[in-house]
């Protein structure tokens, strides 16, 4: 297990579900952003680190037909799975930037995993990880926290992000769809300013 997989394991085995700042009850955004990308039921969705995020739980009740997440956090993804006794779930325990997908996945939807990585080849790895698992025509709906957002969570430095910054990040086989801000309040009333970009990938 590497050191990121232990930091995560910690945080997971020593907070409750509402005492860590990405908590949400709904993840209605996410929702929203997967739909408005033309994305139905049909679909196959990889949720990267996922961890223990209730957006499993709503895209099962929706009845998305194929779903996984992919976490460090061993202990995060048994969080979900205890909650979510669903068999049709791909749970996937791994750091993405070191994870050779199986399959293509139609949506891959990140929020707030891709900012922890500050270095360039960590960066890097996770886009040949990207673009191993999402096939030409493929959406990719990364979240990151703003240029005025966090510089630090559970610890850790970040890395901010515009939709432009991102952009140049992933490469030119990545076109933009879309680009929102958004303040998200954590569980004890703190707003963090967000960004989520949407991409389709093109070639």
Known sequence: MNERAQHWDRIYATK??????WFEENPELSLALIRSAGVDTSKSVI????GASRLVDALEKAGQSRIAVLDLSEIA???????????????????VTTWAPARHYDVWHDRAAFHFLIEAEQQQAYVAALRAAVPVGGVAIIGTFAPNGPEKCSGL?????????????????FALMGQLLHEHRTPWGAVQHFQFSTFRRSA
Do not use: C, F
């Open 16 to 21: 409750g579900e509402n005492e860590v700042s």
């Open 47 to 50: 949720d990267i680190g996922g």
């Open 77 to 95: 993804l048994q969080r979900s799975r205890e909650r979510v006794a669903s068999g049709n779930i791909e749970w996937i325990v791994a750091d």
């Open 157 to 173: 430095p970040v890395a901010r992000y515009s939709a432009e910054r991102l952009k140049s990040v992933l490469g030119d086989d």
